[in-house]
């Protein structure tokens, strides 16, 4: 069975700072990524990150995360800074897999920010 076992989220004041970490079970996800869903909202991509390196952000998030990937640990990182209130939801982890055809959830932190 496919763990994702995130760490990292908390209470943070506006323009503050947290780093998630998600460390999978396996080692053959082709991509890893970050998705939030505030209440009431749907689930949204955050950033992602292949294997290789290449990373991609959502436009609200750009110039304030980072996404960075450790492949010999199977972790992935969001290094999120200058945190807004609007921030604040619950951070998902995911691993996408080529063989088989998966996507692999995470159960999700809870990041807060708020004064």
């Known amino acids: 069975q496919v763990q994702l076992v995130e760490s990292g989220g908390g209470l943070v004041q506006p323009g503050g700072s947290l780093r998630l970490s998600c460390t999978a079970s396996?080692?053959?996800?082709?991509?890893m990524g970050w998705y939030r869903q505030a209440p009431g909202l749907e689930r949204e991509l955050v950033a992602a990150?292949?294997?290789?390196?290449?990373?991609n952000y959502a436009d609200f998030v750009k110039n304030r995360f980072t996404i960075s990937r450790d492949n010999a640990k199977n972790t992935v990182y969001l290094e999120m800074d200058s945190l807004k209130p609007e921030d604040t939801a619950v951070y998902y982890c995911n691993a996408h897999t080529v063989l088989p055809w998966m996507n692999y959830w995470g159960k999700g932190t809870l990041v807060t920010v708020s004064s």
């Open positions: 990150i292949t294997s290789d390196g290449r990373a």
């Open positions: 396996i080692s053959s996800a082709v991509a």
